[in-house]
């Protein structure tokens, strides 16, 4: 498809998922135009929390920057012809959460070849990327390993256990799961382990109840979801199958369906990144490189890419998160009220964990 004829069939998705600004940035003036590709939008941990706190950050940090140009999509190929759209409307700078990093490479390519860098964002784009900003991908394993250790009690030692990772097209998949794996070997026994195509909740859904088939109802000691939607499947399987009582089950991205799991009892656990962080980091990167200034005093590590050596990277902390310790996480941090969490039915659930107020 011709450049013209791409930018023309992509712009009403653009439109849909909330592309804005005039379009065509030239960072004249120290005012760059980004461009802020996401892998999903609406509910998801992207649309109500990275999504906004981006864009006010970008306003905030450079307030007569053009509005940031925004689209977000779980299709990879869709998110390839978003970006090369916006590669056509000539933003200056992009921020890239990759749906499939490796898909996403040749169009990182072309933006390098327009002049344009990329931040990628959460997780680690294929190509020349100009920098890279995430959370320890490692350390939300280990959490994950350790909180499901915990919760098992002493069928932590020799008890047998799924693990549900996440798509082998995602590089933190990879990461996760060798996180967690530091934790878990020689403790208990993996007797499933499922790496979920596209990180989709459906596929977790099958895989889970094809391992209860296989290990029998009662002979699951625990699973280790890589994040809340993964884990909400599991979840789901194990009810679908009426196994009492539920295993613990992990998390990540603390989702408010997961909160709400959690403090229900469904749910043991799930990993809290501080997108305040995470967006910030983005911001100052993006503005920096838009005005072709130096990432030294942003960046506080690097990594490596299969195209790309020492690319400035900011590797930040999580949290993990049980019933116990939600008001001084996540309600805290103003992530979310007592309100959201406590619908009606979690009420009496609520107050027993001292969500009041």
Known sequence: MGRGS??????????????????????????PTIGLLLPGGGASRFGQFDRPLIVKGVKKLCPSCPAVQV?????????????????????????????????????????????????AYDRLAQGPISGYVTFDGAEVGRLQGEGLLKAMGTKADGGQIVMMNGATTDPNAAWFKRGALSVLKGKVKIAKSYDTVNWRPENAFVNMRGAIAALGAGRIDGVLAANDSLGGAVISALNATEVRPLPPVTGQDADLAAVRRIVKGDQYMTIYKPYRSAADAAVRMAVALGRDEPL?????????????????????PSVSVTVGTIKDTLIKDGLYTVGQICTPALRAACAEAGLTG
């Open 71 to 119: 689209a977000a999509t779980p299709d990879p190929a869709v998110q390839r012809q978003q970006l090369e759209a916006m590669i056509t409307r000539g933003v200056d700078v992009l921020v890239v959460a990759a749906v499939d990093p490796e898909l996403l490479r040749p169009s990182v390519v072309a933006a390098e070849r327009a002049g344009i860098p990329v931040v």
């Open 296 to 316: 030294g005093s942003i960046a506080t590590s690097t990594v490596d890419n299969a195209t790309s050596k020492n690319v400035p990277a900011v590797l930040l």
């Open 6 to 31: 791409l930018a023309v069939s992509v712009a009403a998705a653009l439109a849909l998922v909330g592309a804005c600004g005039s379009g065509g940035g030239d960072g004249k003036d120290g005012d």
